[in-house]
């Protein structure tokens, strides 16, 4: 074996090491190095000299030490969640999100930038660069102290490269963020499609971080999913796995911008909801929507519906009762295709809460073929407004915890 091989061998294992161990600090933290040893399987020396390094590089701290078992008190180890940070990107459509959290991907800045309905590839990069300088000059930390950039983005992205391949709400190709970004800021970037990146972010962090096969739901202007099978998310042959929102529902339905006929999101997305109002509406039926835009159909959107049916507006609850159905008819399908424990779902339609979902359940219910899938969990987002967010904070926080482990598969 050359020695060149057997330097590279070393220094791989130490890396993985060095993961192992900062991951179980970060999951079972405060911890003794002597139970990081028992846990892991590794040495006490491998695991004193690893936390060395950790504590020089100010990853790792000493916390309070723990009773004697008849010997020295032990000295426990925590992760040093507030030296170290990292920005999260959600572009979503007529806004980009921006986001700082700590090593734990706990929120401590945030930032909104409007971009206009239609913008060029250019423009959206420009306006991704002003942000993250903007928020990093709000956050007055030096440069050094931020770990990497996630971007999490609607439509196709390829994951290995960060291009947005297709983006249909810009009817936009082959949009180069992670070199842009990574050129631009002389720092780690990953790409990630807007709904997986949540599905990331409730798996390690929100309601969905105690299962392994789950399946997250972005429902806002469009609609995606995050597939996630053993603890790994699903990509696909081509990066398309998880587009329900052009999963087709109704041969007869509304033109979809990816250029197909009665898709789930021009059912069921919160323009959709929008365009169904108004054309009710000006077909004569009653309701108080009128009322709240002050006679100005074009400023109905999917938020005012809901305000309507909060307020007792019988034709806006019923808006979105049948929404749900539509809604069900897609998680139907996604049961018996995947089959997962667990559906989240987020995005800013989930809002509509009660009116949604008892419908969107009820036609689970009188649809799932067995009786055991239809106990399937479906529950709301608990990182909600800031899943995808901080969903593409986690692309990052995965790569320092896990080793650049790629959760695609």
């Known amino acids: 074996m050359s020695t060149k091989y057997t330097r590279g061998s070393f220094q791989l294992m130490k890396s993985i090491n060095r993961s192992v161990i900062l991951n179980m600090i970060r999951s079972k933290g405060?911890?003794?190095r002597a139970d990081i040893a028992k846990r892991?399987?590794?040495?006490?020396?491998?695991?004193?000299?690893?936390?060395?390094?950790?504590?020089?590089?100010?990853?790792?701290?000493?916390?309070?030490?723990?009773?004697?078992?008849?010997?020295?008190?032990?000295?426990?180890?925590?992760?040093?969640?507030?030296?170290?940070?990292i920005i999260g990107i959600d572009v979503g459509r007529y806004h980009i999100k921006f986001v700082i959290t700590n090593l734990y991907g706990e929120l401590v800045e945030q930032l909104m930038l409007d971009i206009q309905a239609q913008p060029e590839a250019?423009?959206?990069?420009?306006?991704?660069?002003?942000?993250?300088?903007?928020?990093?000059?709000?956050?007055?930390?030096?440069k050094d102290k931020y770990l990497g950039i996630g971007v999490a983005m609607h439509g196709i992205v390829d994951v290995n490269t960060g291009v947005s391949l297709f983006a249909p709400s810009f009817q936009t190709h082959n949009i180069p963020i992670q070199e842009e970004l990574a050129n631009e800021f002389s720092m780690m970037v990953h790409v990630e499609n807007d709904a997986k990146a949540m599905t990331l972010g409730e798996w390690?962090?929100?309601?969905?971080?105690?299962?392994?096969?789950?399946?997250?739901?972005?429902?806002?202007?469009g609609i995606g999913a995050g597939i996630m099978i053993r603890g790994e998310l699903f990509q696909g042959a081509n990066f398309i796995a998880g587009e329900i929102g052009h999963m087709t529902i109704d041969l007869s339905g509304p033109k979809c911008s990816c250029g197909n006929y009665g898709c789930l999101q021009t059912l069921a997305a919160g323009p959709a909801i929008a365009q169904r109002a108004i054309k009710e509406l000006k077909?004569?039926?009653?309701?108080?929507?009128?009322?709240?835009?002050?006679?100005?159909?074009?400023?109905?959107?999917?938020e005012v519906v809901?305000?309507?049916?909060?307020?007792?507006?019988?034709?806006?609850?019923?808006?979105?009762?049948?929404?749900?159905?539509?809604?069900g008819i897609g998680l139907t399908n996604l049961i018996h295709t995947i089959n997962p424990n667990r559906i989240i779902i987020g995005g800013g339609v989930s809002h509509a809460g009660e009116f949604i979902l008892d419908s969107l359940q009820e036609t689970i219910q009188a649809r799932i073929i067995t009786e055991a899938?239809?106990?399937?969990?479906?529950?709301?987002?608990?990182?909600?407004?800031n899943a995808s967010a901080i969903g593409a904070c986690v692309l990052i926080l995965q790569n320092f915890f896990h080793g650049g482990k790629q959760v695609s598969q």
């Open 30 to 32: 405060p911890i003794s």
């Open 40 to 85: 892991t399987n590794l040495t006490p020396p491998t695991v004193s000299n690893i936390v060395k390094e950790l504590l020089d590089s100010q990853f790792v701290v000493e916390t309070t030490q723990g009773s004697s078992q008849g010997g020295r008190k032990p000295t426990y180890l925590e992760i040093n969640a507030n030296q170290f940070f």
């Open 122 to 142: 250019n423009e959206l990069i420009a306006k991704m660069k002003a942000g993250i300088h903007q928020i990093m000059q709000k956050g007055n930390r030096n």
């Open 204 to 221: 390690w962090l929100g309601n969905g971080n105690d299962e392994d096969n789950i399946v997250g739901i972005n429902v806002g202007h």
């Open 283 to 302: 077909a004569g039926n009653t309701s108080m929507i009128p009322d709240i835009v002050h006679g100005d159909l074009d400023r109905v959107n999917g």
């Open 306 to 327: 809901f305000e309507a049916a909060t307020r007792g507006d019988k034709f806006s609850q019923e808006l979105l009762k049948q929404t749900g159905r539509y809604l």
């Open 373 to 385: 899938a239809k106990e399937t969990e479906i529950v709301p987002s608990q990182l909600g407004d």
